[in-house]
Each structure stands twice: as C-alpha cells, then as structure tokens.
C-alpha cells in the first residue's frame, strides 16, 4: 500500500523534527544561571573570596560575549572580584556592564518585540537581560568604591552621578516599561489562533488562590520610595563630605538628609549626625573627624523555580503546567557590629534592606511575569495539542517533549548582592588610635588605623555568620 507508506513516512518525518527540535532547545536552554554559577556560588557563599573570583572568571569569560546574558555575568564577575580585591578585573567588569546597559538611559527600547514573540515559543529566557534598576544602581555605587579603592577619585565622582541618574531614570520611565511589556504580550497572544484570554485566568478564584499562595509572603518586605537605594545614596554623601570641595557639603547634607528621612528615627540617628556635619563645615564651622563603618552582610534574595498547573480555560487544553519564579531569602547573615576607638564605642544601625530592594522591584514586574508567563503557556500547550492532531499520540508525545523542554522560569537575578547593609560612625580624637569591629557573631576585625583625613571608611563584607570576613580601609582622599 504505497499511498499509506507515504502517509507514515511523512508524519514519522514530522514527529521526528519535533522530538530533535525540542531536544535541542532543552540543550540550549536547560542550564539556568544559577547552575552555571554553581561553583562560583560555593565558595563565595564559604566566604572563600580567591576561590570564587578563580572560578567566575572562565564563566565570566565564556558569556562575556553573549548578548542575551552578557550583563547579568559582567555584574557577578565585578562584584566577586571587588569581594577578592582584584579591583582591576571588577572595574573592566563594571564597566562592560555600564557599556551593555547605558544604551537604555540613553533613549534605547527596553522592550523588543521580536523578543516577546520568541519567548512565547519557547520561554523568558531568550530575552536579553538589560539589568534591574537596582542593578544599575549598585554596579555605579561598587564601581565608584573601585575608583576611590585606586585613587581615581575623578572617576569616582562619574560612577556617583550615573548612580543617581539611573535611579532618576527609574521614576521617569520604569512605569512604562511595565506598560510595554504587558502591551508586546497581549499583542502577541492577540495574534495567535488559540483563542486563550488571560484574563479568565487571572480572574479565576484558583488561580489567585495560587498566586497569593506563593507571592503572599513578599508583603512582609517594605521598599524604599523612588527606586532608591539608602546605602548608595549614603555613600554618595561620604564622597562629597571627604572631597570636600565647597560645592560638596550641600549636597552631602542633602544625600544624609534624604537617607535619615527614609530609615525613620531609630536607623537614620546616624545620617542625622552627618547632616549635620555636613552643614557645619559648610557654614565654615570646624568639623570633626569621622571614621565610617560600613558591613555589607549576607547574600540577597535569589529566584527559584515553581511549577504550577494553572487553568487556561481551552477547550482542548483546560490545564496547563506553568513555570514561575518566586523569591528565596536567606538567613544565617551576620546582622551588625560594635566599633570601637579609645573611649568611643558606636552600636551598627540598618542602612539598607536589600532583600527588601530586591522584592519590591520584583513585585513591580511580578504582574508582566504573570501575563507573560501566561500566555507562553498557554502557546505552548496550544501547540503541544496541534502536534497531536498532525501525529496523533506520537506528535502529543513531541509535544509534551517540547513543552516540558521550554517550560522554564526566569531565575537570573544578581546573586552575590548582599543581604543588607549596616552603618555606624566614630568621631576620632586627635590623638592617633585604632579602630576594632566586632561583628555579631563574634568575629573581630582589625585593628585599622585611619588617616589624617577627616574622613576614614572602613569596609566590611561577610557574606554568613561563622565565615571570615573580607575588611580594608576604603580610600577616600580629599582632593
């Protein structure tokens, strides 16, 4: 029977290109950031700073060059080897991730639609990740600190005002963003031929029963207003109290007062008391000298993948298994210090919530997440019942293959941030001494011994309770 042979034939033809296609798109998208980064994150997280910078760097340099990835590592390899004191490698880093993401201050789309329609076939991963808010923030704010590290204090003041226009920039155009994304996706799922309204879905009593399940806990975190980091702004303020050109103190007071203004009364008494310096010595009064203690402690929340099955309300298709990415938190961060100098002794205060900074940027996207997660779905399983009906249960079996394949969370968020930041401050006597942290876990670290300079900063990182500590004096020289 020549006719049914070609029949078979063709729709073994078809199966088989479907079972290649999606093994190969489970090979190009199956390894998550997380797993790439899985050795780095060992060592790093063991407080073993040499070994992770050691291991990041081939990462670094394998999707360096990868346009879709490039700056999420630009981002890990410059703040791991800031954490080893390879300041060389991290301002190259920080810098390629300044030239990937600089084109979107600058006026460039954040939203391409050709991306959006590839992601509907496959899954969020194939966008290109342009960086978070809080991630332009921070990687200015590490990078001046690398520029102050080498004296380049010129620099520093550059990577300063990039850190503040960039959380400008946030205000002005992080709402429309939002906006386009939703727009590129329901335009998408608009064209497609399955019929599926995501707003059934997010209607459904089920399914907000499931989201609220998995999304609820975030509510327990409070943001700060307008994008705004307190740590970076606070050190932006130092900046300008040390340069200590008479331009500077106004707008150091400025940065203290807005930082004192958004921690409330008990964590803003310390930048309170800078204010005040800064008024001070700006008035021509005499100011005092300050040694800064500053504890960037723990690792910020990072993304794990939940599956779900979700209705879509098809005909064909009723249910379908959803890949969604959801928060992880962790604990075990040292969680302040004591300083002390001579007769002088300061307790820490929280400067800055990361883990708060971090959730509340993803709540603002969560809503584009939940739609695009939707209707990728939803496409998906609509074409999983399309190769169904063209190979009956060898075509269903390509395209559960498929669907499974490319049914991925996004999880690539910045993972060597810290949990929080703390801040405490010494005002120094003339006679020359040595300043000792004791961290909450009974680490010491020290002794330093600031300079003349009216102002000193020492800079710790401990990224876990029981781990050692990396600490120096950050160098901030007046001009």
Known sequence: MPGLQIIVTMRSCRVLFFSAAAILTALLFGCSHNNRLQEVTVAYNAGDFSKAASAMLPVWEKY????????????????????AGQTGTSIAAFNEAWDRMSPYYNGEAETKVTEEVAAAFTNQLVRTYRGTTYDRIMSSTYQALNYLDTNEVGKAGVEFVRMRNWQEDAVAKERKRIDDENQAWRAQNSKSSSGYDPDKTLKSPEFQAQMKELYGPMSRFQ????????????????FYLARGEPSDFEQARQCFSRVAGMLGETNGVPALADAQVAEDVASGKPGARVCYIVLESGLAASRREVRIDIPIFLRDVPYVGAAFPALVYHENAVTGFTATHANESCESKLLTDMDA?????????????????????????????????????????????????????????????????????????????EVTVTLSDGRKVGPFTPGAEPVSVVYIKSVAAGTAPNAHLLGIHRQ
């Open 64 to 83: 360096r060059s990868d346009d879709v990835d490039a700056v999420i590592f630009d981002l890990e390899e410059g703040s791991v080897s800031r954490a």
């Open 223 to 238: 943001g700060y207003s307008d994008y705004e980091i307190p740590a970076a702004t606070w050190m932006r303020g130092v």
């Open 357 to 433: 900074v971090v959730t509340q940027d993803f709540q603002n996207r969560l809503g584009s997440i939940i739609i695009a997660t939707l209707i990728s779905s939803a496409t998906k399983a609509a074409a999983t019942y399309g190769m169904k009906e063209a190979a009956g249960d060898w075509g269903m079996v390509a395209g559960v293959v498929y669907q499974v394949a490319m049914n991925s969370a996004d999880l690539r968020t910045w993972t060597t941030l810290p949990k929080a930041f703390y801040y405490g401050r010494l005002i120094l006597p003339e006679t020359p001494g």
